[in-house]
Nanobody, 128 residues
């Protein structure tokens, strides 16, 4: 069982950048993948990017490819989402989630209600 806590959200103007962090605690010796998701008011939770904690392989939603980068620091049990060229429509609550089975972000998004653990979310606001 792992626990996750996000930080790094805030307000930024369109075109700006933010880096989100997700600290994982608990049973971190197991193999798992971490995904970043976002949910805007009135919309479904959307998968953004994922990373395998073992080999570092990554997957991205098409909408963020080339602008967002997911990474990890195993020594700190921390996963990052670097977001560049942010758009106003990307204003949302951003969450990280962990799962021991699903790893590609499309798969994680399909089974979103069954993922092993979630953080509490961090709010990103992008103004025009």
């Amino acid at each position: 069982q792992v626990q996750l806590m996000e930080s790094g959200g805030g307000s930024v103007q369109a075109g700006g950048s933010l880096r989100l962090s997700c600290v994982v605690s608990g049973d971190t010796d197991i193999s798992y993948c971490v995904g970043w998701f976002r949910q805007a008011p009135g919309k479904k939770r959307e998968g953004v990017a994922s990373i395998d904690s073992d080999d570092g392989s990554t997957t991205y939603a098409d909408s963020v490819k080339g602008r967002f980068t997911i990474s990890k620091d195993n020594a700190k049990n921390t996963f990052y989402l670097q977001m560049n060229s942010l758009k106003p429509e990307e204003t949302a609550m951003y969450y990280c989630a962990a799962d021991s089975t699903a790893c590609q972000i499309t798969t994680m998004a399909r089974v979103v209600d069954a993922l092993d653990a979630w953080g509490q979310g961090t709010l990103v606001t992008v103004s025009s």
